[in-house]
T-cell receptor, first 114, second 115 residues
Framework: DQQVKQNSPSLSVQEGRISILNCDYTNSMFDYFLWYKKYPAEGPTFLISISSIKDKNEDGRFTVFLNKSAKHLSLHIVPSQPGDSAVYFCAASASGGSNYKLTFGKGTLLTVNP | ETGVTQTPRHLVMGMTNKKSLKCEQHLGHNAMYWYKQSAKKPLELMFVYNFKEQTENNSVPSRFSPECPNSSHLFLHLHTLQPEDSALYLC??????????????FGPGTRLLVL
């Protein structure tokens, strides 16, 4: 059973508008969440993260929101740029035990149209 | 070379072949990982090494055999694979083991096709 779900396989937005990518999780032990971005023929690269003690983390055009009660997080990109077109993976980890394990979602392909 | 490199980038092999995937990190990290990404599936952790010692084998079949001779190099030896093993194999490294709090840096991956 998937513990991290990205229910939208793809998303298309216009340049300059906001992109919102969503992620849901089922494991209540997860307490750290990350977003990775992947271009074709490259490995995933770390984008932004958030700890469960926060509900928002911002880094330039990228903001991640966490709603623990709903077990939901989202990545907002504003304004979106064509160079943001990539696959975005949501990942989660839990403290304690094998806390180096990252559980990934399947990814969402974002296309930003000029 | 910088970051995490993987060779070969593409590999086609028959089910009776033996091949090896190589990963090298130039970041001075102590932890290295093998992931598998099959079509329409999430990345799956396969193996974890910390200071050259294997700390995780995520129920991976024995036809996949990892080797970590030092903290900079990681190999994945493949033998008698099945067509369903066709996937993108990604290597990653991090400074230490610490879950998401320790950023993992990924290589570009090896695209494997088993015929």
């Amino acid at each position: 059973d998937q513990q991290v779900k990205q229910n939208s396989p793809s998303l298309s937005v216009q340049e300059g508008r906001i992109s919102i990518l969503n992620c849901d999780y089922t494991n209540s032990m997860f307490d750290y969440f990350l977003w990775y971005k992947k271009y074709p023929a490259e490995g995933p690269t770390f984008l932004i993260s958030i700890s469960s003690i926060k509900d928002k983390n911002e880094d330039g055009r990228f903001t991640v929101f966490l709603n623990k009660s709903a077990k939901h997080l989202s990545l907002h990109i504003v304004p979106s740029q064509p160079g943001d077109s990539a696959v975005y993976f949501c990942a989660a980890s839990a403290s304690g035990g094998s806390n180096y394990k990252l559980t990934f979602g399947k990814g969402t392909l974002l296309t930003v149209n000029p | 070379e910088t970051g995490v490199t993987q060779t070969p980038r593409h590999l086609v092999m028959g089910m009776t072949n033996k091949k090896s995937l190589k990963c090298e990190q130039h970041l001075g990290h102590n932890a290295m990982y093998w992931y598998k990404q099959s079509a329409k599936k999430p990345l799956e952790l396969m193996f974890v090494y910390n200071f050259k010692e294997q700390t995780e084998n995520n129920s991976v079949p024995s036809r996949f055999s990892p080797e970590c001779p030092n903290s900079s190099h990681l190999f994945l030896h493949l033998h008698t694979l099945q067509p369903e093993d066709s996937a993108l194999y990604l290597c990653a490294s991090s400074q230490r083991l610490a879950g998401g709090k320790e950023t993992q840096y990924f290589g570009p991956g090896t695209r494997l096709l088993v015929l």
